[in-house]
């Protein structure tokens, strides 16, 4: 499928990515109005920095919304440790159907 990233922050079906905060923490976002349905991969790339031989490492937390503003909301936590510099990890897969309106 299709990776939507900070240089490539557009996709095909309409979905956006926000802007990509290399100082601080974030929040980076994706969203798109109406999915393919389907399952999406949530992927993260780690680059370290000096703070990391201190602590060891960070932690990346995403917090995923499907059918949004709807009756049907749903809210799904993920989080996941980070130790390795300039590694790409899944944090985790949504499964969403197709939306009809």
Known sequence: GEECYY????????????????????????????????????????????????????????TVFTDWGRPTEKRQSLSLRLTKNKETVTIGEVTVATQTK
């Open 7 to 62: 240089s490539h922050n557009r996709t095909t079906i309409g979905g956006r990515m926000s802007d990509d905060f290399t100082q601080g923490y974030g929040p980076e976002e994706y969203f798109v109005r109406r999915n393919m349905g389907g399952k999406y991969r949530i992927r993260t790339n780690y680059y370290g920095s000096r703070e990391q031989k201190i602590t060891g490492g960070t932690t990346v937390q995403a």
